[in-house]
């Protein structure tokens, strides 16, 4: 597969797309060529506090068109999980109302304390020190510990907020406990983005904002991939990293013309 002709795109939200309410230069651009060229695209993010519903308006609102189906969200991974582990307790989630939704969509019950047979820890904006210690409590007690991401931060305006990675560390340092981690670099979200796509990873471009979760975990499933300098990673950050991206770019705008022009193996050079 050449940068220019994938047969199925993944493309990362948060620093990719969008940063919050300000949509990314080329976003646009980028996702009108692949429809022309009829290329099928899916989002995937981390970020598990919307549901695919929130996150289709909120592309709309910026004025880009996508479906339900378009979305994969490490919520929808946590949920396809405990859903495999065949839970008969109820589930204790850390996290916002997309997580929720998710959890309750699998057919799961909701806990409010610590009597659950598990716990689920994504983005919370509004966690309360209760629910911290509630967590806690529940995965001493043998609750199982799913993380949804270990983003330490979010990017968002210009700014990095603190990330799903912040809470899970908090836990974690509390109960000893390591989480069984659902989203990116972990494979869940690649090998459910694959199957809706209907592509081989080897014929799939994946392109995010970061290393050590978009490309670093696209490249264990054999997709290739692009880096976009909109989000978290930096240029400093690329001499710093063992894993390397196929191609860099300055966002989105700059990916659009090298694919146009066929620019196979720009490399670092496209930054």
């Known amino acids: 597969m050449s940068v220019d002709g994938p ?27 692949l429809r022309e060229r009829e290329v099928p695209f899916v989002f995937v993010t981390n970020n598990s506090t919307r549901s695919p519903r929130e996150y289709v308006e909120h592309l709309r609102r910026l004025g880009v068109a996508a479906e339900e189906g378009q979305v ?19 589930v204790l989630v850390v ?3 997309g997580l929720r939704e998710a959890i309750r969509e699998a057919g799961l019950e909701l806990a409010d304390g610590p009597e659950a047979e598990a716990v689920v820890v994504g983005l919370d904006v509004d966690l309360t020190y209760a629910r911290l210690r509630a967590a806690c409590a529940a995965i001493r007690r043998g609750a199982r510990f799913v993380a949804t991401n270990l983003d330490p931060v979010l990017p968002v305006e210009g700014e990095l907020w603190p990330g799903a990675g912040a809470l899970v560390a908090a836990i974690r340092t509390a109960t000893g406990r ?15 983005a694959l199957e809706r796509l209907g592509t081989r990873p080897e014929d799939t471009l994946m392109v995010g904002d970061q ?11 054999g997709m290739r991939t692009a880096l976009v ?23 989105l705008a700059e990916l659009l013309r090298q694919m146009r022009s066929g620019g196979e193996g720009c490399g670092r050079s496209c930054m």
């Open 7 to 33: 047969r199925g795109v993944v493309l990362d939200l948060d620093g990719v797309v969008y940063r919050g309410s300000v949509l990314l230069p080329g976003a646009a651009e980028f996702l009108a060529w």
């Open 72 to 90: 994969v969200t490490s919520a929808l991974c946590a949920a396809a999980l405990l859903q495999r582990w065949r839970l008969a307790g109820r």
């Open 95 to 97: 996290g916002g109302a």
């Open 178 to 192: 390591e989480p069984v981690v659902v989203g990116k670099p972990e494979a869940y979200p690649f090998e459910m």
């Open 211 to 221: 290393i050590a979760t978009d490309v670093v975990g696209a490249q264990r499933v």
């Open 229 to 251: 300098l909109t989000g978290v990673a930096t240029r400093d950050d690329l001499g710093r990293e063992q894993v390397q991206p196929d191609l860099v770019v300055a966002d």
